[in-house]
């Protein structure tokens, strides 16, 4: 009690108290008759001595300790790691542990409820406090000190000295707890949760004849902030020392998070020279107090996507933060155009609110966002958009006082060119009619901006008016007109500015083009279309936007086209079925598109393009290119086998080879072995010409004919969208790939590979050229179709590495065996990558000089080949880590080769590397059973 009241009132300064603290352990050691040390070093050692003054002085020294805080800096000062040890396990077997936990078993810390010790007292402080010690202390075990010279020759019949003794247990226990102590730690930090409270030195004063507490009192409330910026310190400290750079600068983040608004100091614990000698080395500053405009502007703009930002002020924050921004740039284009369209998918546009006093606020937001996002746009020299136009003249009074207010403030704070540009600005507005020639802020630019100009309207089109200044000049008009032309897709834009330009509109542009399916079937110059040009203009528009995949806006020009084609004609109405037809293939292109991005489409193909698709099909000739593959994709995407086989389809080459690939998949689908040969040859015979030297055999066949031909399968193949019917089309082209290869280590695996009749006569004219200008395109349109296949991945690889791109072929191989495991999530096992795949990735490292890493690789095989593993061993010459990749070894023969190799060599430091390995916990096969539990852990 005495010593508690001269704590209290401060009697006793530091220095004596940690004087004392050391005095009063050494004499509780020497009144043990045994050392503090568990046999076991996965547990701490709890004294329950049956002297009278050993639970006595341990209340003292906790005592002592309480007084300074439990700052871990100032107890490291006055103890030695040995005692300061003992302090920490007396504080946690002080702790009343929950019911069926042992806080002294440290490797079950991991496995604790970190919120309900918490919760209770100072349980989760007395933890978090032992292990922020190990990863301090076990820095400063493996820095390297300089020290005296002394014999370690035991001497019979001579004692070592204690100390020494409790030095090096204290030394070797730290090491064992180390990664059980950065998981625990890194647990605490994820749940963010922290003590509490924590005791004083009155809180021991009752407790001077217990071993452990049953119940805490005189406890003080804890800041949380603080435990978890030391905790978070510590951590990233040692990380830093770890060399593992990217967690360090994640957990300094988060230090400098719980360290923002602290209102007690860390200098005991965290020394500022050392601190800013990290942050030097992982090129971090520390944050500032005042945050800037962006970090601000992005907050704000968070809180009221939250819908949490109306009560604190957001909507003025974020005005007041893009006004401050205005000359400096420092909010992004893209952070101020999505922060846009946010703030207008919730509260709608200003044109849409009510008059209360909310809606006003709203309607401002989103008017001084335009208006800042323009006034940006301008001084970076962009010229006005229609959309900034419309902006403009649906601008209220209050809108046009933040613009007026933007304007002198750049002419009285921005440079010369910033001014020419608001000057511009000025001429612009006046010239939309968005200010008056005799507003306010006009009359400041009076002698800088010409009115005489602004004052002439701009040339009226048929349908829409011109935003080009033409100044009544007929030449300007019409190049002015033709420009637009060129940028404009809006149907009525066209037509008026068509009839602007006269009968020469269509020849406005060289690049422009129709599509060959329109040109000489339908449309030619001979023909008498009341609205020639036009019909040319939209037809041209038309190819650009399917180029561009817009295909909602083609889409809207072929509807209207052919609404305003209502004459009787023949050409009318063939061009009528041909738009038709185009508008199929649009509407195809589109939903392939979206299967491609795997956006939700519901039911693909739908009923009706299926129907559409099967009519078209019926026809002879197809109207448009590309409709009979797309046509038949469709119809194939289902799988449905049986319904394809008794569709009736046109008697053409494409076709027919549809037919017979679509009753392959039927018969295989069935396991019918005798028709499933028949159509495989019958596949295999239609594609050899295509691939061959040997002109085909058909009598009516010519080059022009068989190359056609063949485009057109390739371009099918491509399209292909089911995953059935694609890897089909891989395995026939893989087979065809090796029997033309011919070389057994490098064939192609595909998944149907037994089907093919590959040992025909005809095979010996097929070219590997061919068949590989044919296979690629294939295989990169499926590569992007399916990219969560493996076996079109695996085929990939396969070709890269029969081709000896050994580097692309790796890195296939890896992306397979990923998909196969989902990102590594599942082990890799036999079946996932065979020794067939295995001894490919090892030849592959092995090509690239990567002999450790084929190493490492050949362990996969259920029988490694020793002998070659050995010799690349013994190779110096490699071009990756070598010895540093032996930690990914697990193979003890390879590690003990590797262990004679170094020695016969005095290669005196991997020798100690490779030792490492060996001696890790989970490949010592005579451990027991907890060392190999507490090894996984």
């Not at 046999?39 to 709890?46: G, I, Q, S």
């Not at 694609?726 to 695996?749: F, Q, R, Y």
Request: hydrophobic residues 40%; charged residues 20%; contains cysteine.
């Amino acid at each position: 009690e005495l010593l508690v009241q001269q704590l209290e009132e401060g009697l006793i300064p530091d220095s004596e108290r940690g004087f004392l603290m050391k005095e009063i352990l050494i004499n509780l050691i020497n009144s043990q008759n045994q050392g503090f040390f568990s046999d076991t070093p996965y547990e701490l050692w709890f004294c329950e001595s049956q002297e009278k003054k050993v639970p006595v002085m341990r209340g003292l020294c906790l005592q002592l300790a309480a007084s300074m805080d439990w700052k871990l800096g100032k107890l490291e000062e006055t103890l030695p790691p040995p005692l300061l040890l003992y302090v920490l396990q007396c504080y946690i077997q002080m702790q009343p542990a929950p019911p069926g936990v042992d806080l002294s078993k440290v490797g079950t810390h991991t496995e604790l409820d970190i919120s309900e010790l918490a919760d209770t007292g100072p349980a989760l402080h007395s933890l978090i406090l032992f292990h922020r010690w190990v990863l301090r202390f076990y820095m400063q075990c493996r820095t390297p000190q300089r020290v005296e010279r002394t014999s370690n020759v035991m001497v019979p019949g001579v004692k070592r000295d204690p100390a020494m003794i409790y030095r090096d247990q204290t030394n070797n226990f730290v090491m064992t707890m180390y990664p059980t102590s950065v998981r625990f730690l890194q647990q605490v930090l994820q749940s963010g949760s922290a003590p509490a409270s924590i005791p004083t030195p009155r809180s021991f004063t009752s407790l001077m004849q217990l071993f452990s507490a049953t119940e805490w009192i005189n406890i003080k409330a804890c800041e949380t902030n603080a435990v978890l910026s030391l905790l978070a310190y510590d951590l990233a400290s040692s990380f830093f020392f770890n060399e593992e750079y990217t967690s360090s600068t994640d957990t300094f983040n988060l230090y400098f998070q719980y360290s923002a608004n602290l209102t007690t100091t860390l200098d005991s614990d965290i020394k500022d020279e050392k601190l800013k000698g990290y942050l030097m080395c992982l090129n971090l500053t520390p944050p500032s107090n005042t945050k800037p405009n962006n970090i601000v502007f992005l907050e704000n703009v968070h809180k009221l996507d939250e819908g949490q930002g109306e009560e604190e002020g957001a909507a003025e924050k974020i005005l007041k933060s893009l006004e401050a921004d205005t000359l400096q740039f420092t909010i992004s284009e893209v952070d101020l155009d999505s922060a846009e369209l946010q703030i207008l998918r919730r509260y709608g546009t200003p044109q849409n609110n009510g008059t209360t006093a909310e809606s006003e606020d709203r309607t401002g937001l989103v008017t001084g966002l335009q208006i800042y996002s323009l006034v940006r746009r301008i001084l970076k020299g962009l010229p006005l958009t229609g959309r900034n136009i419309e902006q403009l003249q649906n601008l209220g009074q209050p809108g046009l006082q933040i613009l007026q207010q933007q304007i002198l403030k750049v002419q009285c704070h921005g440079t010369s060119r910033d001014k020419r540009l608001i000057r511009n600005l000025i001429q612009k507005l006046v010239f939309f009619n968005v200010l008056p020639v005799n507003h306010t802020l006009v009359a400041c630019f009076k002698d800088q901006v010409s009115l005489a100009c602004l004052q002439v309207d701009p040339m009226t089109l048929t349908t829409s008016n011109t935003l080009s200044e033409t100044f009544n000049i007929k030449k300007i008009c019409k190049y002015n007109a033709a420009v637009q032309l060129l940028a404009t897709f809006q149907v009525p834009l066209l037509t008026g500015l068509a009839a602007n330009i006269g009968s020469t509109a269509s020849q406005v542009s060289h690049r422009w083009h129709v599509e060959d399916h329109y040109t000489n079937k339908v449309i030619n110059k001979f023909m008498n279309f009341k609205n020639f040009d036009e019909i040319i203009i939209m037809l041209s528009k038309v190819n650009q936007l399917k180029k561009m995949n817009c295909w909602e806006e083609a889409t809207s020009i072929l509807t209207k086209l052919t609404a305003s084609l209502t004459a009787q004609d023949k050409a009318v109405h063939n061009l009528q079925q041909m738009i038709s037809a185009d508008k199929l293939c649009i509407t195809i292109l589109k939903e392939n598109e979206k299967l491609e991005k795997d956006d939700e489409i519901g039911q693909y193909p739908g009923a009706d393009i299926q129907e559409q698709a099967l009519a078209y099909l019926a026809k002879p000739d197809p109207p448009v290119n590309l409709l009979q593959e797309l046509c038949l994709n469709v119809v194939l995407h289902g799988g449905d086998w049986e319904r394809v086989s008794r569709s009736p389809l046109p008697s053409s080459f494409l076709p027919t080879f549809v037919k017979a690939v679509n009753s392959l998949m039927l018969n295989i689908k069935a396991n019918n072995t005798h028709q499933t040969k028949r159509f495989a040859r019958e596949v295999w015979e239609t594609m050899i010409p295509f691939v061959s030297s040997v002109a085909n055999k058909r009598k009516d066949s010519n080059p022009s004919t068989q190359s056609k031909e063949r485009n057109q399968v390739q371009k099918f193949l491509e399209k292909v969208s089911n995953l059935d019917v694609a890897l089909l089309s891989l395995s026939l082209l893989a087979s065809l790939h090796n029997v033309a290869k011919d070389d057994s280590s490098t064939e192609i695996v595909s998944v149907y590979a037994t089907v093919w009749p590959t040992g025909l006569s005809a095979n010996t004219a097929i070219q590997t050229g061919l068949v590989e200008s044919l296979l690629q395109p294939i295989l990169h349109s499926y590569t992007r179709k399916f990219p969560k296949e493996s076996n079109v991945f695996l085929t990939s690889a396969d070709l890269n590495f029969a081709n000896g791109n050994y580097r692309s072929a790796l890195a296939l191989y890896v992306e397979t065996v990923a998909i196969k495991t989902d990102f590594f999530e599942h082990p890799i096992e036999q079946a996932i990558l065979p020794d067939a795949y295995v001894n490919r990735m090892i030849r592959c490292c092995s090509e690239l000089g990567r002999l450790t890493q084929a190493v490492v690789l050949s362990q996969f095989c259920l029988e490694p080949n020793y002998g070659q593993v050995f010799k690349y061993l013994e190779d110096r010459d490699t071009a990756d880590a070598a010895d540093s990749l032996f930690s990914l070894i697990w193979d003890m023969s390879i590690l003990e080769f590797a262990m004679s190799l170094h020695t016969r060599r005095g290669e005196v430091a991997r020798r100690r590397h490779v030792l490492s390995c060996i001696m890790q916990l989970e490949l010592n096969t005579n451990n027991e059973v907890e060392i190999k539990r507490a090894a996984a852990n």
